[in-house]
Nanobody, 115 residues
């Protein structure tokens, strides 16, 4: 079955960096776009970054120039490099993909930016 497993979250100081990874299985990873979304306390879930099967990328305005999404089709992983982190980046981050059968989500991983 489809599985998405995030890793790499944690606590970081403002201005610091983190790299999130999502290991995918159960579908032909290279054929599908992947996304990272996030949900902060009391707020709606929002798109952070997306990458197509041909590795075209798009970003939320709030993270442009600071975050980079990438994929490794040989390892079935999608990553999110987050630099210059701000307290407002604090959220649970979710890896997800839309397949023919529906949208699949990982379990989410906490990122906390605080001094």
């Amino acid at each position: 079955q489809v599985q998405l497993v995030e890793s790499g979250g944690g606590l970081v100081q403002p201005g610091g960096s983190l790299r999130l990874s999502c290991a995918a299985s159960g579908f032909t990873f290279s054929s599908y776009a992947m996304r990272w979304d996030r949900q902060a306390p009391g707020k709606d879930r929002e798109l952070v970054a997306g990458i197509t099967s041909s590795s075209s990328t798009n970003y939320a305005d709030s993270v442009k120039g600071r975050f980079t999404i990438s994929r490794d089709n040989a390892k079935n992983t999608v990553s999110l490099q987050m630099n210059s982190l701000k307290p407002e980046d604090t959220a649970v981050y979710y890896c997800n993909t839309r397949l023919f059968a529906g949208v699949y989500w990982g379990q989410g991983i906490q990122v906390t930016v605080s001094s």
